[in-house]
């Protein structure tokens, strides 16, 4: 890890658990050493006092580097791709963008090609990373349903395999966060208790799973919902439905793809109003076309047609992930909710950090955390961005 510098950041609004505060925060070796919300007027002592480079926030934001569990890729480089340069090119972007926290995500495809990403995130994540932190590698498949495949790729879907799993634990010790799985499917329920018992968040996602089968994949350790409203099946009066359990369930945390394409605003505060509010995460489901002009790319080894900043399979039209990033979602959900933004921060941050167990190290603005932060402006433009104390975007320079 690179060096942290000892700074301070003064003439901001804090974006704090419950409010938004105007004043200074202090950064030392990386952590949150002081959050100076009474009196801002001697940051300049200190500063002086304690060695510190100043950053005058311009009257700007202050809030919690976002934290992405659902990702597959940005600026042109897929997590598939399972190379360092790809890794690299995708934390680097989304870094741009806010993001100091991802899971890697994968696609539905072979074991080989899984087992690729699964080894190079973790040589990855041994050595420096030197933009937004790979926290480790969220599994999108391959065990969802052929009824709901979306952009995945058909080819490879397949009933959950335990031993894979078992298999890959052993391997890669705590390296997989996050699975997604189509909960209806044979064997899913063993699958579930036993990724449950490892720490190992289960999601629902790409599942026809009618209400009461999500029910009892809640009862066996499921407590999360991929990318809600899409590729599940929906609300039905006389059958609630994947959906339906979503909505009424507690035990459940909702993805959402906060743009404009994958859900209506009117779903969304339907989510908003249904869900308790440490129970909605944003993601963004980027693909590689995230931070790229319109045109072709590819998906899963699908070919991917990139119009007007939406992605959509070439055959059938299906949607392909997204061009999102977390900044987007934001200032997404600030236009359309009434929600204030030190909520909507714990959407983007707060929420994904306390899922994944991570809650005394980031998600948050508070003394003694890692300084995981992104400084904005009053219109939610990102100007810098830091991991650990480490800034890894400046705007001002366009350079990390």
């Known amino acids: 890890m690179k060096s942290c510098t000892n700074w301070l950041i003064h003439n901001v609004n804090i974006v704090l658990e419950d409010r938004v505060a105007y004043g200074s925060v202090v950064v030392q070796n990386g952590k949150i050493d002081r959050v100076i ?14 060695g510190l480079s100043t950053i005058d926030g311009e009257n700007g934001h202050l809030l919690p580097g976002f934290i992405d569990v659902h990702v597959h890729g940005g600026f042109g480089a897929d997590f598939m791709d399972a190379d360092k340069g790809s890794f690299d090119t995708i934390t680097r972007f989304h870094a741009s963008q806010g993001t100091t926290g991802m899971l890697a995500t994968t ?54 395999q335990l031993e894979w799993m078992q298999q890959w634990q052993a391997a890669w010790p705590g390296l997989v966060k996050q699975l997604t799985l189509a909960p209806e499917k044979e064997g899913s329920i063993e699958t579930i208790a036993w990724l449950a018992e490892h720490g190992i968040i289960t999601a629902c996602g790409h599942t026809d799973a009618v209400y009461e089968e999500v029910i009892a994949a809640a009862d066996a350790g499921l407590s999360q919902a991929v990318h809600t409203y899409n590729a599940m099946r929906g609300l ?32 969304i505060r339907l989510l908003l109003a249904a869900k308790p509010a440490d129970k909605i995460i944003l993601i963004t489901d980027a693909m590689a076309a995230a931070g790229m002009p319109d045109g072709e790319y ?71 955390k890692q300084a995981d932060l992104v400084w904005t402006d009053a219109e939610l433009q990102v100007k810098r961005t830091w991991v650990q104390g480490r800034s890894v975007f400046d705007a001002s320079s366009n350079e990390a």
């Open 107 to 160: 696609m539905t495809a072979s074991k080989e090609a899984i087992e690729a990403v699964l080894h190079n995130v973790a040589d990855y994540r041994s050595s420096d990373m030197p933009y937004a932190a790979l926290y480790g590698v969220h599994l999108e498949g391959p065990f969802i349903s052929e009824k709901w495949p979306g952009a995945q790729n058909p080819a490879f879907i397949k009933t959950p």
């Open 298 to 368: 590819s998906l899963g080894g699908l070919a991917v047609v990139v119009k007007d900043g939406e992605a959509r399979l070439l055959e059938g039209n299906a949607l392909a992930g997204s061009c999102l990033t977390m900044i987007g979602a934001l200032r997404f959900m600030r236009e359309h909710t009434a929600l204030p933004l030190e909520q909507l921060s714990r959407l983007a941050s707060g929420n994904a950090a306390k899922q994944l167990g991570m809650s005394e190290l980031t998600g948050s603005i508070a003394i003694g």
């Open 37 to 50: 919300t009474e009196d801002s007027s001697n940051a300049a002592a200190v500063a002086a006092e304690n």
């Open 236 to 267: 039905h009066h006389r059958e609630p439905g994947t959906l339906g359990a979503v909505l009424t369930d507690d035990r459940i945390a909702a993805e959402l793809i906060a743009d404009g394409v994958h859900v209506h605003p009117a779903a």
